[in-house]
DNA sequence: AAATAGACTTGCAAATAAGAAGTGACTATC
DNA sequence: GATAGTCACTTCTTATTTGCAAGTCTATTT
């Protein structure tokens, strides 16, 4: 990792394994979700939103929320008045692309009638 | 994929995204915490709940049932008298690997605290 | 002044998870 | 041969999280 970041720190781990740990930051139904769309290019609430999935809009302000809390996405304003905010990955944020394109690639394989139309940046 | 071995087809599809569907199996703080056992030489139910992290004894039935389910784990005899089951990877199964090897190297370098002290077949 | 837009927040019902206890098949022990 | 023990679950109850609809807040556009 880059030197200038700190590591995620996590209270009450359940275990000291990685993947443990992993999975109570990236491990459910949307998270990885709302970063497939970063690595798309989507940056704001809207765009977000706006995927085909639907994601519930409390939802997604809760993961954007956690994915800012443990620096993987930084919210910065693209404009004042009003203010509009886009949410940018960090260097912990763009070493998910691995996680992403293995999961990418898993799901095309093997699920029937998926088709990966997205462009990404992984 | 191989070919011998058919693709999943899921029900509801929330989107033709591979990701979102692939979440729809594997995205939550369990399955892949299951299968990095299994990845670890792990077989059966009660190797499963002997791991640090405490699963729940009816979560981790319900989700041994869905891997089985979508054929990325099979349930296989091994012994009669009692009956005693372990639980083995499909090539499905096997093709989870890269996935669980990069939330492995993810969490390891991000996540304070975490030791990858495991040895798994990845 | 009223309507519109973007980014959320709130409230509540429904679904899922957690935790503890219980069941059933069989084996080993007293 | 009754009693205790093991493994693999299932059931029950409570707690937490999700999903959906509606509402709020700030500011702009008409």
């Given at each position: 990792?880059?030197?200038?970041?700190?590591?995620i720190k996590i209270d009450n781990m359940r275990s000291l394994c990685p993947i443990a740990n992993a999975l109570d930051i990236v491990g459910d139904k949307w998270t990885l979700l709302v970063m497939r769309d970063v690595f798309a290019g989507k940056r704001t609430y809207g765009e977000f939103q706006a995927s085909p999935e639907s994601i519930p809009t409390n939802i997604l302000a809760d993961r954007l929320k956690r994915l800012v809390g443990y620096?993987?996405?930084?919210?910065?304003?693209?404009?004042?008045?009003?203010?509009?905010?886009?949410?940018?990955?960090?260097?912990?944020?763009?070493?998910?692309?691995?996680?992403?394109?293995?999961?990418?690639?898993?799901?095309?394989?093997?699920?029937?009638?998926?088709?990966?139309?997205?462009?990404?940046?992984?």
């Open positions: 990792m880059d030197r200038t970041e700190k590591a620096g993987v996405l930084q919210k910065i304003p693209y404009q004042q008045r009003p203010v509009r905010n886009t949410y940018q990955l960090t260097d912990k944020g763009h070493s998910l692309a691995p996680v992403i394109r293995e999961i990418l690639q898993w799901g095309t394989k093997n699920i029937a009638g998926t088709a990966a139309n997205i462009k990404m940046d992984l």
